[in-house]
Nanobody, 123 residues
């Protein structure tokens, strides 16, 4: 079984910073990529940032230059440093781990999601 757990959300004023953490654990054979998605009320979920096992990163245009995704040496924990936050960044942020599980005999990469963490930016 694979577990994905986020932490670090909260309430911050516009212009402030927050750091989100996401840890994947359990029956993991190989992590292909981990990323952050967000969903604001009444909107579709969107990709915020992703980092691959090779270290490549990709960001939504709306967060480029303000958000930074990084990972620890073991590659099973990723962080999202969010600076210069805007009210439009308010959303539930969810962590995704795209990985191969030790218990999956089909050897098919699958997506595992955390429970989400609320980020609220006040104006």
């Amino acid at each position: 079984q694979v577990h994905v757990v986020e932490s670090g959300g909260g309430l911050v004023q516009a212009g402030g910073s927050l750091r989100l953490s996401c840890a994947a654990s359990g029956s993991i054979f190989s992590i292909i990529a981990m990323g952050w998605y967000r969903q604001a009320p009444g909107k579709q979920r969107e990709l915020v940032a992703v980092i691959t096992s090779g270290g490549s990163t990709n960001y939504a245009d709306s967060v480029k230059g303000r958000f930074t995704i990084s990972r620890d040496g073991a590659k099973s924990t990723v962080y999202l440093q969010m600076n210069s936050l805007k009210p439009e960044d308010t959303a539930v942020y969810s962590c995704n781990a795209h990985l191969l599980s030790l218990t999956d005999s089909t050897y098919t990469p699958r997506d595992y999601w955390g429970q989400g963490t609320q980020v609220t930016v006040s104006s």
